[in-house]
């Protein structure tokens, strides 16, 4: 005979569960399998862009090679550049944010489980067109900053960069809604007693960067429309010989490209500030500077756009004020820095491989941001910047900034996200293969590039002194890509014959560790307490959860529900209707994806049938339903 | 005086190869200064040499607080481990000194040096020699506004003046930069920046200084260099007399290279090369009044010399390919004259500088 919890289980899995077959992979809206989706379909896209570079160092490695021609080059570079990006760094994390958000806030899913999926589409489908268009030769080819004029219809005639104009304002759309759906989905959705003093970082630094995106994305929107227009329909936004302004373009694209530096990295010291804790078996020191440091950072990261902008002519006045705070977004990343510092000295270490890659993380971003200073100094940035001393900085701090934490945050959640836990040998081996790499690759270009080598050339001369930091850059590269391919071997070798995971392998402090892993598709049986910033680290949290395993109101056995709470204090409001699994988010994604195609081709009539297909899909998806009482998106 | 070979000249460059693997930013970059390095860190002017000064502040600051971080964590890894260590909360007063503090006052210095940096490099000369960049796909256009003279892809200036350089582009955007001299100014279509340079010695690099495009342009970007040749104030003048000169006024009529001329004027030449004082006056390709005397061809791309030219006029597609300049159709014999009225103005150049 089954316990009243067992008939409760059973009640939830029924109600929360996809039905079987393969229409409802086509369906699912749960937060698991998206979030799932969009790390797995960013480790696509950061294959495709890591082969990418591999050619590139492959044809860097000895001067006046003749590998690959300058075409291929171009493409490569700015589809490495675009990909890692929007393709891999943006939609990764929102990957770790999909499948981590509700569950470290204690809800059953995320705000609007179909605008999820939806987005998850549109990314899928926009990343396919952009990288796709290498198959026809035409992958864009102005660099993934596609400055004006050359972007232009005069100087790139081709399509290549309406892939990119167009495969962006797409893309965007899946980046937008996602942000938006965080931002509601941690501000309503939280466990009774989740106050913002007890928002772990993590979510923090979600909340940071989709603000970060809601006012980022819509210049780089408005810039790739007007570059569209100029080039397709004549008009003259860009174009000098009309009037046009073609530095207006740099603008628009760096006060959006700036903030999205931020937008990546904030979310993996998000991830740092999650594995810190349980690796140094103590809470995170400095909790509150934490939170503000990462929402200082988002601020402040609108207000330094102009130090991409040094050597464009622009007055000095404005180069000092840019220059200050530019220097000034520094001091955040400081407070984080030694936030983790301390809690390590503090603490007792566990030298796990999730924390290998957290400490690798601290010495590389150490150097990027400390070359990142130096960038904030008008003069000296306009010598290095272009160089390869430049190419050396953004790599420390992205491969540092984001890839490490990434594959660290993978060493950590890997049990949790598919029940399997991975070799922590392997791991090890990754780790020290990467992190050589990484530095064999990546140092010797900031030597290289103050002895006056220019980035973004397919080749260069023999004799400048160039040479030997160049081939240990391929070396490097390769040893990088051992590295890297050491961490998907772990996987797929773990997903078939992994040890199974326990709810809490690491003694974790947050929520995402009080349910199985992986986690039944209603997540937690009832709905938690919490009653600190570290959940599973205090008794009476874990006494109230396990109380609310009998009460009705947190059970929310009834129906397909979670509980909406209100925005500061998390007090219970009401229990909100989830939607079930449905196709509109597919043919919602799939009739855009027919608008941008048409737009592309010049098949205007295309594009209005999928605009036609869209509208209908919104009626179909809008149209009220009599049994659902509470609204759901 | 006779040219040396440039491939010859950089192979004396090369740098010992135990130097960069011992890395240290500080061993590495010491030993500067070898021939041929287009180096930000072996400058050669004012300019140049202000910025290097900044770096080695720069550099040097971050170490001390590289090493001051990477301590602590190291400390952190090595002696806080096993299960006998007893966590310990607390932690914000270091939070707050080593977060906030610390890079507030370092900050605050480095910013003080970076305006008294941008004061410095910033231009507020009156009366220097000017002299006009305007970049193209795939190459400079250099004008000397007073002289009327036109040159591409080298700049001649005179040793220890200070030259005013106004920078513009014809198409796209391109990026001017001697790292040996003078930091990145942007040549933007519809705008004009002025910057300067100077130059206190010869470069050692074909005995000019390497500046190259920075700012991405297309699919020759990379190969967009130009010469930046500082000669002794006589020496300069003699040039600049030479280049004032019109196309015509050495070539003595009846000669292989009065009809080289006569080719370059009556061909499709014309239509986007200018030769002063003739008919020839296209504007889309470089002014070619003393081509002959330019020590590279397409921007750094070659060698100037008799058979590289050759080559370059009958199809520079394969050294360059993408640049502008279409296949020419010249007669064996016509490609001959052209090639002996180039030859002739190399003759009149080593003339002019003493033999």
């Known amino acids: 005979m089954a316990t009243v919890a067992e008939r409760v289980e059973q009640r939830l899995e029924r109600i929360w569960e996809d039905e079987p077959g393969l229409a409802a992979w086509f369906k699912t809206v749960d937060h698991k399998k998206i979030g799932r989706r969009y790390m797995v379909t960013g480790a696509f896209f950061f294959a495709l862009a890591g082969i990418q570079a591999l050619i590139m160092r492959a044809q860097l490695a000895v001067p006046d090679n003749r590998l690959i021609s300058p075409e291929l080059y171009d493409q490569l570079f700015t589809m490495h550049g675009t990909a890692m990006i929007f393709l891999f760094s943006t939609p990764t994390l929102f990957g770790f944010g999909n499948f981590l958000v509700p569950l470290m806030i204690g809800a059953r899913d995320m705000a609007f489980p179909r605008l999820n999926a939806f987005g998850y589409w549109v990314f899928l489908f926009a990343g396919l067109l952009m990288e796709g268009s290498f198959l026809w030769a035409a992958a864009p080819d102005a660099g993934w900053f596609a400055y004006t004029p050359l972007s232009g219809p005069r100087y790139s005639p081709a399509i290549n960069l309406d892939v990119y104009a167009l495969g962006l304002l797409f893309l965007g759309i899946a980046t937008s809604i996602g942000a938006v759906n965080f931002l509601v989905t941690i501000f309503k959705l939280r466990a009774p007693g989740m106050s913002l003093q007890r928002i772990p970082i993590f979510l923090w630094a979600i909340v940071a960067t989709s603000f970060a995106v809601v006012f980022a994305l819509p210049p780089l929107n408005a810039a790739n429309a007007m570059l569209f227009l ?97 220097l000034l977004i520094t001091i955040p990343g400081g407070i984080q820095i030694f936030a983790w510092t301390v809690t390590i000295v503090r603490g007792r270490l566990v030298a796990s491989t999730a924390m290998l890659y957290v400490i690798g993380f601290l010495l590389v971003f150490v150097i990027g941001g400390l070359s990142g200073v130096m960038f904030g100094v008008v003069a000296f940035d306009r010598q290095v910047t272009d160089s390869y001393f430049v190419v050396a900085h953004f790599h420390y701090v992205l491969f540092g900034g984001a890839v490490f934490p990434i594959l660290g945050g993978i060493y950590y959640w890997f049990g949790k996200f598919t029940g399997r836990m991975l070799s922590e040998r392997l791991g090890k081996w990754s780790f020290w293969l990467v992190f050589i790499g990484m530095n064999l690759t990546f140092f010797p270009m900031h030597i290289y590039g103050l002895e006056g080598m220019p980035r973004r050339v397919y080749t260069y001369e023999g004799g400048l002194g160039w040479d030997l930091g160049n081939l240990l850059s391929s070396i490097g590269a390769a040893v990088l890509a051992a590295g890297l391919l050491l961490t998907l071997i772990n996987a797929i070798r773990s997903l078939r014959r992994g040890v199974p995971a326990p709810a809490d392998p690491w003694g974790g402090d947050t929520l995402e560790w009080a349910t199985a892993s992986p986690p039944p598709p209603y997540n937690f049986r009832a709905i938690p307490t919490v009653h600190s910033v570290t959940p599973m680290w205090d008794e009476r949290s874990r006494a109230d959860t396990d109380r609310a395993r009998h009460d009705e109101e947190r059970l929310l056995a009834e129906g397909h529900e979670t509980l909406r709470t209100s925005e500061l204090d998390a007090e219970p409001e009401e229990p909100i209707e989830m939607p079930d699994e449905t196709i509109k988010p597919l043919a919602m994604a799939g009739s855009l994806a027919v608008v941008t195609l048409g737009l592309l081709l010049e098949l205007y009539w295309v594009a209005a049938a999928g605009g036609l297909l869209a509208a209908v899909t919104i009626a179909a998806w809008l149209w009220p339903v009599q049994e659902l009482t509470g609204e759901a998106g | 005086m006779g040219r040396p070979d440039r491939a010859a000249h950089r192979r004396r460059g090369l740098r010992p190869v135990p130097l960069i693997l011992l890395a240290g930013f500080g061993l590495q970059l010491a030993g500067c ?116 003279v036109v040159t591409a892809n080298e700049l001649h200036v005179p040793i220890g003046r200070r030259v005013r350089l106004e920078l513009t582009s014809a198409d796209v955007n391109h990026s001017f930069w001697v790292p040996q001299l003078t930091y990145k100014t942007d040549l933007i279509p519809g705008k004009t920046n002025v910057t300067w340079l100077q130059a206190d010695r010869p470069g050692s690099y074909d005995g000019a200084y390497r500046g190259q495009c920075a700012e991405y342009c297309g699919l020759q970007h990379a190969k967009m260099e130009f010469l930046v040749v500082a000669e002794p104030p006589a020496a300069y003048d003699a040039w600049l007399a030479r280049q004032r000169q019109s196309a015509t006024a050495t070539v003595p009529a009846g000669t292989t290279a009065a009809r080289g001329l006569a080719v370059l004027e009556s061909n499709s030449c014309a239509a986007c090369h200018a030769l002063r004082g003739t008919s020839a006056a296209g504007r889309a390709g470089p002014d070619l009044t003393h081509f002959g005397e330019r020590r590279t061809l397409g921007a750094g791309t070659a060698p100037n010399n008799r058979g590289y030219l050759g080559g370059w006029i009958v199809n520079s597609q394969t050294l360059k390919p993408g640049n502008k300049m279409p296949p020419q159709q010249l007669g064996a014999e016509e490609l001959q004259d052209v090639l002996a009225y180039f030859d002739s103005q190399r003759e009149e150049a080593s003339r002019g500088d003493g033999g």
């Open chain 1, 230 to 326: 100029d080039r397709r329909f004549g008009f003259h936004f860009f174009d000098p010989a009309a009037g046009g302004d073609p530095v207006l373009w740099q603008h628009l694209f760096w006060i959006f490209g700036h903030p999205d530096v931020y937008i990546i990295v904030l979310p993996a010291l998000g991830i740092v500030s999650s594995i810190v804790p349980t690796f140094s078996r103590r809470p995170l020191a400095g909790h509150a500077l934490v939170v503000m440091a990462t929402i200082a950072t988002a601020v402040i990261s609108f207000g330094v756009w102009v130090h991409h902008m040094f050597a464009v002519g622009l007055p000095q006045l404005s180069l000092a004020v840019f220059s200050a705070a530019s």
């Open chain 2, 33 to 148: 200064g070898r021939s041929g390095t287009p180096s930000t860190l072996d400058p050669h002017g004012p300019g140049a040499d202000r910025i290097a000064g900044i770096w080695w502040f720069l550099l040097w600051t971050s170490v001390v607080v590289f090493l001051m971080v990477a301590g602590l964590i190291g400390y952190a890894v090595w002696r806080r481990r096993g299960e006998r260590v007893q966590p310990r909360p607390g932690g914000e007063r270091l939070i707050v000194a080593g977060g906030i503090v610390l890079p507030a006052v370092v900050l605050t210095v480095v910013w003080l040096v970076n305006l008294n940096g941008m004061s410095a490099l910033a231009y507020r000369g009156q009366g220097d020699l000017t002299v006009q960049v305007t970049g193209h796909q795939y190459w400079w256009e250099v004008r000397y506004p007073d002289e009327d």
